[in-house]
Structure formats: C-alpha cells, structure tokens
C-alpha cells in the first residue's frame, strides 16, 4: 500500500504541477494558490469579475469550478474560484485552464466596454444614502 501512495502523490504532483503552469502560461492576469497538498488550486480572477455570474457562460465552454461564494456564508468570495486537479488528466486540465481563460478574456470584454455589472446598484445607493435592508439577526 505504501507503494500505491507514492504512485497517486507523484500522479497529483504532475497533476498539480500541470495546473500551474498552464495557469501561468495561459491566465497571467489571475492570481493563485501553490497548493502542498490536497486536489485544488484556489484562484482569484482579475478585479470586476465574478466567479458565480461567469460560471454559466463557462459550463457553457464545457470547463466548470466551484466559486468562491460556495465557501464563504456572508456573500465573499465572488472574485474568487476552485480548481480541481485530482481527475482530469494533465491534457484535459491545459485544455481545461484554456477554455477557462477564454472565459475570463471574454468577461474582461465585456466589463471594459460597459463596466462593473455591480456599478449601477452601488453607485445608486451611494448617491442616494440608499441600502439594501439587511437580514433580522435578533
């Protein structure tokens, strides 16, 4: 058994290895984590972006990850999101972080040509003093 834990810790390293570097060659403008352990790289999307609005549109460029949202219960997280490295294999992960940063590239367009989707909402209630009620904590 001990031998099978050295052939899945070096089948996840590569894994792993393979996640960063196709982070680093192919979505520059993301940061992330360096996992020392574990299946997952947690990533943070350039400034504007959500991870939860953009997973549609990224499901539907068939490549998927767990936003952040998902790990905070006070609404954080939407810039951020989770990667999984422990299936796929180091092709389908490249091909994977590919179609992911064709979303991302995508999503900047789109926030460039019209702005911050959450702009209109603030901007309003900080003009106007005005605020969304908030939920009965008593």
Not at 8 to 27: M, W
Not at 61 to 86: H, I, K
Request: charged content about 20%; overall charge negative.
């Amino acid at each position: 058994w001990k031998h099978q834990v050295g052939v899945f810790r070096d089948l996840y390293q590569e894994r792993c290895e393979t996640t960063l570097a196709a982070l680093e060659d192919l979505l520059p403008q993301a940061r992330w984590t360096t996992p020392h352990g574990g299946f997952y790289v947690w990533v943070t999307l350039p400034e504007g972006l959500d991870a939860t609005a953009m997973l549609p549109r990224a499901v539907t460029e068939r490549v998927a990850y767990v936003p952040g949202t998902a790990f905070y219960a006070d609404g954080q997280g939407r810039q951020n999101l989770r990667l999984s490295y422990c299936y796929p294999t180091s092709e389908r992960i490249r091909e994977g972080v590919r179609r992911l940063a064709g979303v991302v590239e995508a999503e900047l367009e789109v926030l460039q040509t019209f702005g911050d989707a959450s702009f209109g909402t603030v901007a309003v209630e900080e003009r106007h003093g005005l605020s969304a009620p908030g939920p009965d904590l008593t």
